[in-house]
Structures are given as structure tokens and as C-alpha cells.
């Protein structure tokens, strides 16, 4: 049986929702953009324009979450399908955004450059159990207004796995669409296998920025999935207990399902979230808290509940550096994410309440992932009955190290770690150098960008990307972008 | 030659009977039999250990390599008695007096047959004099000795006196493992090589006889 996770019992998932239905009703959200207020109005949404608040009626709430789809999937830049995001599936991508990375080589947290953003994609290639890339760091070395759209432009054309990302402005939008559509070829082919998914972020309280608002109508109309991201701050932006988090967080997510739903009735949208427990004495939103994992898991089932695909940032540390805080905080985030099933985990490779990257820790997470995915599969019965003959076999043989029965389930049945994850005898360990948890990470992180191979984006395709990214930068007042495909 | 490479691909998908198989085809093309020896089976036998060693592949595929190994060198064996047998050296082994646990020696066992050394296995629970007649007899290079149980170490050291007491040092080594078993217990006792684990002892071996 796959083993499963449960927080909250039907009941109390039944009064959240009911309350956060309420919420909405009587207290309302904030919408900072005039055209999706006008949008919300048009659909009989009441709406104060004065304050801004529109007041969200239950069937709104009811349409939104019937038309949204129950599940989608995502396809590399080849068009191959990578991820099913529905039922309790899990798929991990590296924590997103990034402004600083811990360099491997001179163990310095620093401000974000081209040259990260590349090695970033170029490792996450390499990982099988990290599924998708993310725009996991912002480079510091282009003008503000490309940061976004070019660390897309970087994974796309260094990593052929599908892209967690996000616009930090309107008008980024347009040209981030632009990038997916060349890879696919068209809008239609990009409708019909999805590349990326857009981060569209509420701000707690119950309310919504113009820029993050209008991103989400924008890529419901692309037909581009978006993940919902609310942060309720347990103590602060938030009620104190989780279930009050709980339903703040519901509140917000259901707001962001009607915008979009509203804007393109059918729009693929994750039930996501970047909650977090606020830490009362250091003024910090711990992603390791073991709360903020709770609350995360307990949204998730909300989601299901509803039977929307789940998304959560879950698996990330707070620790400055790769030791054994990140380990415990990281391996606790992504074990509970696997046995709860959320669809899309977010975290992998963050340090420092999401905002440092560091290389050598996305191998160390790539290896927890597989843990915890195999832990996911549960345990089942392979050719194991009727097993006395295995047995006479043990026997008979003095072992079984190379039975058939060793051979076909060795690898199914075993997730291997390796070769952070340290299993040679002292002796060994000794011989092979005597290397702690982060060189033998280093050492992973300098072979898989050794041999790194580009992905296969045909040549009149990675010329348009440049162009577009080149008129991009050009409007940001850049002249010339650091690194362009040659 | 296609024929070499393909013996020694069948090494290293594990497959004993193909590797049988392209040793007589290749025999049959005209390749000389220490040829197919040399650049086919133990070509894919080190291709076999490099990526054990680099943890790319399990214990298993190393044994069934052995195996594959075996099947084509038996067949080789009668075509090159000439020119003397394709060993590496004879290597005595065996568990340790008063100890019962034989399956870390029996996988050194495998091991060194399949990397072509010729294997006396004297058992589990061998007393001391035992180990040092074999080898007088049976003319080995190397013994080797295993322990599962720190009770049943120090009969390794008797073995390695007796070895010195018989003025046999110079023509035959000794080498020790097992779980207890360390680099610094291999000095102390006098034993030439410690083997970390069954790879390694098979590494070690070759070492001491190519010393």
C-alpha cells in the first residue's frame, strides 16, 4: 500500500473551507488592478472599488473549483511528458528565486550571477529525482526589469526539463510566453504540453498585487499553468493557531482559483503555498519549522478534498550552511511531502528561508528525494509468495546475491544513494579520501557540470530565443546580455 | 575485434552462456586463445571492477561477471595448458578457528576466481597449521583469512607466526578481513595486506603477487 499522510480529520477540513468560504464573503480580498476587479464584477462578484475589495460569493467559489482541472501535465522542451500532477503523485524541483547562492568553491553566500544560473541548470539536468528546473536563483548581473525572463531563458536553453518560474512584472509576461511558445512552436502546442509553471503569489492578507494578479489572468488566457502561492505568516500576517493559518491560507487560494478561472474557465492551476510558522524571536519565517511543514501538508489535503493538484514549498532549510540542521529540516519537509502526496514540491537546494541556492545541497536533496519517493511507493509483494522455494534456494546456495529473484527486484525495490550519501566500511571511506558529506557533494556537482551536454533545441530555435531575449534586455535599457547562445 | 568485445560486453551484462558462446565463435575465427584471454574476458573483467569501484553497479553484476568470466575461461583452459594456465596465482583462503562465518570468504572466493586467480577454499573454522600446510602443498602466493568475530581474530596472528616460523615469508603473503578486522589489526600482527571489503581484497591480492 502507498502509505499516506493525514493531519486533519474530514470534518475539521470541512469547517476550514466553510470558514474560509465566509471569509471571503464578509471580509472579502484585496484585488490592486482595476481589470481583474472589473473581471470579478462582471461575474457577479460584489466589489467595492473604493477599498478595492471584491466579496466572493460561494457559487464563485463553486464554479472556479468545478471548472479547474483536476490534474495536468508538464513536458520537457522535446515534448516528452514528465510530470502527471494529480492523484497523490509526487514530483520535487528546486526551491525558487533564490537572491544569493552558497558558492561550493569558496564557501561564500553571495549575490547571483550568470554563471550560477547555468551550473544551476546544468546540475538539476543531471538529477533524476529532481524533476523539474526551477528559476531557482535571480541573477544580479542583468537590470532588474530581465532578471526574470533571462534565468528563463537560461534554463531553457541548458536544462530540458520543464521550468518552475515566475514574472516579477507585467510586462515580463509577454516575453517569458514568448521564450516557451518558441520552444513549442506555437501557442496551441504550448496550451497542449505544457514547459513551465508560473508562480502567482497573493499577499497575505486576503489580497492581491496588480502585478501578481494580472500574471495569473495573463497565463490562465495562455493557457500556461500557474501554482498558487499564499504565505500566511502564522502570528503575524496570520492567526496564530495553523488552523487559522489554515484558513487564511484557504482563502487566498480559493480567491487566486476564481481570478483565474474567471479569466479562462479550465486554466490549469496548482493549490500551492509557501506558508510558513513565524519565528516570534528572530523576526524569520522558518521553512523548517516543523509547523510550517504541518500547515503545508494540511493545505495540500484541503486541495485534495477538493480534488485540485497540490503544490507546496516544502523541503528547505534555514540553515546558513550544508550541515546537519539542512539535512534534518530538508529530509523532514521532503518525507512528509512524499507520504502526504503533494503533487509538486518545492525545495530541493534552499538554504536560509528561501533565499540562497546552493549546489552542493541540491545533490544531498536529490538524494533525500529519492528516499522519500521510494518511501512513497510503499511496500508491496514482488514474486515473494509462495516463499519457501527462495528460501531452499538461500540454502542451497549459501546466498542469494545473485538469484533471479535478487537480479529482477534489485533495483525496483532498493533506492541507492549515492555517492553523497556516504555507505563504505571505515576502511574504505578512509582509502577513498576520508571526504565529508559536502566535498563528496562538491565533487558530484563538479562531475555532472563536466559532463553536461546542452539540450536539443534545433539551431533556428535557440536563435529566436536570443532575439528575444536580446530586444528584452535592449528594452530594459541593457545593451548587451552576459552570456547569449552562440 | 567485434568477437573481443563482445565476449567482453558479456561479462558485463553478466551473461555466462553468451560469454561461452563468443569464446568458441572467436576460437573458431582463428583468434588465439590468449588473446580472447587477455583483450576479451579480463578486459571485461576490469571493465567490470572499474565501475563497481565507481559504485556505478552492484555486487551481483560483479558476480555474475566472475561467473561469465569463469565459463570462458574453462573453455580456454585445455587450448593454453601449453603455454602455462591462464592464472594469476594460487590463493589459499579460508574462515578462521572457532569461526563459523563463511560468507564474506566466499565472496572473496568468487571474486578472485573471476579476476583469474586459482582458488584453494579450505572452509570455515580452519585451524592455524591448516592454512600453512595448504599452502606449502598446493604452492600458493597468498593466504587468505576472514573473521566475523573479534573472539576468533587473534587466530589470524598464530597464521601468520606460523608462516615465519616455517621461513615461508618470502614466498607467500598473507592478507585478513572481515567486519572486525582493520588496517592497524593487519600491521600488528604481522599480516602483510588487509582487504576492506571483497573488492578490495581481490585488488590487494594482485598486489601482493605482483610484489
Known amino acids: 500500500m502507498r502509505p499516506l499522510l493525514r493531519l486533519l480529520e474530514d470534518d475539521l477540513v470541512g469547517r476550514i473551507l466553510a470558514e474560509a468560504r465566509d471569509v471571503l464573503l464578509r471580509v472579502g480580498v484585496e484585488v490592486h488592478n482595476p481589470r481583474v476587479l472589473a473581471l470579478l464584477a462582471d461575474h457577479g462578484a460584489k466589489v467595492d472599488r473604493a477599498s478595492s475589495r471584491a466579496f466572493l460569493r460561494g457559487d464563485l467559489i463553486d464554479r472556479a473549483v468545478a471548472s479547474a482541472p483536476k490534474g495536468f501535465r508538464l513536458h520537457d522542451v522535446e515534448g516528452r511528458e514528465t510530470h502527471d500532477l494529480s492523484g497523490r503523485k509526487v514530483h520535487f524541483t528546486p526551491g525558487s528565486a533564490a537572491i544569493r547562492v552558497l558558492d561550493g568553491r569558496t564557501g561564500e553566500s553571495r549575490k547571483p550571477a550568470t554563471a550560477d544560473c547555468i551550473e544551476h541548470a546544468k546540475v538539476v539536468a543531471a538529477l533524476p529525482h529532481i524533476h523539474a528546473a526551477a528559476t531557482a536563483i535571480v541573477p544580479s548581473d542583468v537590470a532588474e526589469g530581465i532578471s526574470d525572463s533571462y534565468r528563463l531563458y537560461l534554463s531553457l536553453l541548458h536544462c530540458r526539463k520543464p521550468v518552475v518560474t515566475g514574472a516579477f512584472s507585467i510586462e515580463s509576461f509577454a516575453v517569458m510566453r514568448d521564450l516557451l511558445v518558441a520552444v513549442r512552436g506555437s501557442g496551441s502546442a504550448l496550451a497542449e504540453r505544457p514547459l513551465a509553471v508560473f508562480s502567482c503569489c497573493p499577499t497575505s492578507p486576503l489580497r492581491w498585487s496588480e502585478v501578481t494578479s494580472q500574471n495569473l489572468v495573463d497565463c490562465a488566457r495562455a493557457s500556461i499553468p500557474t501554482e498558487l502561492i499564499s504565505m500566511p505568516l502564522s502570528g503575524f500576517m496570520a492567526p496564530v493557531t495553523l488552523v487559522g493559518t489554515l484558513v487564511q491560507h484557504t482563502a487566498e487560494t480559493l480567491s487566486g482559483y476564481v481570478i483565474a478561472q474567471l479569466a479562462s474557465p479550465g486554466a490549469p492551476v496548482l493549490y500551492g503555498g509557501s506558508p510558513a510558522a513565524f519565528d516570534l524571536r528572530f523576526e524569520t519565517t522558518p521553512m523548517g519549522a516543523v509547523e510550517t511543514q504541518m500547515i503545508d501538508c494540511a493545505y495540500h489535503e484541503i486541495g485534495k478534498s477538493l480534488g485540485l493538484p497540490t503544490q507546496a514549498y516544502i523541503g528547505l532549510s534555514d540553515s546558513k550552511r550544508l550541515d546537519a540542521q539542512a539535512g534534518l529540516e530538508s529530509s523532514m519537509g521532503a518525507t512528509l511531502a512524499a507520504l502526504a502526496g503533494i503533487n509538486s514540491v518545492s525545495g530541493p537546494g534552499m538554504l536560509d528561508f528561501e533565499s540562497c541556492q546552493s549546489l552542493e545541497k541540491l545533490v544531498v536533496d536529490h538524494e533525500i528525494c529519492g528516499f522519500a519517493l521510494r518511501l512513497a511507493r510503499g511496500i508491496e509483494p514482488r514474486d515473494d509468495f509462495p516463499a519457501a522455494p527462495l528460501f531452499e534456494e538461500l540454502l542451497r546456495e549459501g546466498h542469494l546475491l545473485v538469484a533471479k529473484h535478487t537480479r529482477r527486484h534489485l533495483r525496483a525495490e532498493h533506492c541507492v544513494p549515492g555517492p553523497a550519501i556516504d555507505r563504505a566500511n571505515l576502511s574504505r571511506w578512509r582509502e577513498e579520501g576520508a571526504l565529508s558529506l559536502g566535498e563528496r557533494a562538491s565533487r558530484e556537482v563538479e562531475k555532472h557540470i563536466r559532463a553536461w551536454t546542452p539540450p536539443p533545441l534545433a539551431a533556428e530555435v535557440r536563435r529566436e530565443m536570443t532575439r528575444l531575449m536580446e530586444a528584452e534586455a535592449r528594452r530594459a535599457g541593457m545593451g548587451r546580455l552576459p552570456w547569449r547562445d552562440e | ?211
Open chain 2, 1 to 211: 575485434m567485434d568477437l573481443l568485445r563482445e565476449i567482453a560486453s558479456s561479462l558485463e551484462t553478466g551473461d555466462d552462456e553468451r560469454a561461452a558462446e563468443r569464446t568458441r565463435a572467436a576460437l573458431a575465427a582463428g583468434v588465439a586463445p590468449r588473446v580472447v584471454l587477455d583483450e576479451g574476458l579480463v578486459r571485461g573483467m576490469e571493465a567490470v571492477g572499474a565501475r563497481f569501484k565507481a559504485h556505478e553497479i552492484f555486487l551481483p553484476d560483479v558476480l555474475l561477471a566472475a561467473k561469465a568470466m569463469i565459463a570462458g575461461v574453462e573453455i580456454l583452459k585445455p587450448l593454453l595448458e601449453g603455454e602455462g594456465m591462464p592464472s594469476r596465482g594460487k590463493v589459499v583462503i579460508g574462515t578462521v578457528k572457532g569461526d563459523l562465518h563463511d560468507i564474506g570468504k566466499n565472496l572473496v572466493g568468487v571474486l578472485l576466481r573471476g579476476a583469474g586467480f586459482d582458488v584453494v577454499d579450505l572452509g570455515r573454522d580452519v585451524p592455524p597449521e591448516r592454512f600453512v600446510e595448504a599452502a606449502e602443498r598446493e604452492g600458493a602466493r597468498v593466504i587468505g583469512m576472514s573473521a566475523l568475530l573479534t573472539t576468533t581474530m587473534p587466530a589470524m596472528a598464530r597464521v601468520v607466526g606460523l608462516v615465519r616460523e616455517r621461513g615461508l615469508g618470502g614466498s607467500v603473503r598473507t592478507i585478513v578481513g572481515g567486519a572486525p578486522v582493520s588496517a592497524d589489526f593487519a600491521r600488528e600482527i604481522g599480516a602483510d595486506d588487509y582487504g576492506y571489503d571483497a573488492a578490495n581484497a581481490v585488488e590487494r591480492v594482485a598486489a601482493l603477487v605482483a610484489r
